[in-house]
C-alpha cells in the first residue's frame, strides 16, 4: 500500500466493475446488502447511457503506473431548490476504501465535487449520512456541513410508486 498522492476524475466506461465492487463494499459497511439489487449494467446504463448521474473516481498510483489503482468514488446528480431557483449537486455516495481512509482522499473527492458545483453555479450540496456512522458525521461537519437535525428522508420504493401512480390518470 503506498502513500502516493491521489487523483479525483470524471468515472470513465471502463471504471464500472471497480466502482460496483466498491458499491459492495459500502453496502455491507452499512448493512445494506441486501437492498443492493443492481448490477454492473445497470450501474454502467444509468451513468454512461442514460446520464441519471454522474461518478468521480479517486485513484493512487499502483505498481503497474499505466493502471492506478481506485480507491474511492462518489455518485452524484443535479437536482433543484425552489427556495433559491438554482441547481444543486445530491451526492448519492461517496466511499473511499478502508486501506485508503484518514489521507484526505474523501475530503479530496468531496472538494472536486464542489469545484463541479461552483462551475454549474448550485446553490447547495446535499447528501444523507446513517445517524450512527459518527465517523462520517466528524467529517462533514468539520468540512462545514450542517446535519440537519430536523429533516428526514422520505422513500417510496418500486412498488409504492406503481400503486401511487396506478390512481392517477396522466395527460403526458
Not at 110 to 123: D, M, N, P
Request: overall charge negative.
Amino acid at each position: 500500500m503506498s502513500d502516493a498522492p491521489c487523483h479525483v476524475r470524471q468515472a470513465r466506461p471502463k471504471d464500472v466493475p471497480e466502482i460496483f465492487a466498491m458499491l459492495r463494499e459500502l453496502a455491507i459497511f452499512e448493512k445494506l446488502e441486501h437492498q443492493l439489487t443492481a448490477s454492473e449494467d445497470d450501474m454502467h446504463q444509468a451513468l454512461f447511457v442514460g446520464r441519471h448521474a454522474e461518478a468521480l473516481v479517486a485513484e493512487v498510483a499502483a505498481d503497474d503506473p499505466s493502471e492506478p489503482q481506485l480507491v474511492g468514488y462518489a455518485i452524484y446528480f443535479e437536482n433543484f431548490s425552489t427556495f433559491l431557483c438554482k441547481p444543486g449537486i445530491y451526492l448519492e455516495d461517496i466511499y473511499v476504501r478502508p486501506a485508503f481512509r484518514n489521507r484526505g482522499i474523501g475530503k479530496k473527492v468531496l472538494q472536486t465535487l464542489a469545484g463541479i458545483a461552483v462551475e454549474r453555479k448550485c446553490g447547495r450540496m446535499e447528501w444523507a449520512v446513517l445517524d450512527w456512522n459518527q465517523n462520517a458525521i466528524d467529517v462533514y461537519q468539520a468540512i462545514g456541513g450542517d446535519v440537519l437535525p430536523d429533516w428526514r428522508i422520505t422513500r417510496l420504493g418500486t412498488d409504492a410508486i406503481e400503486k401511487l401512480a396506478g390512481g392517477c390518470q396522466s395527460d403526458a
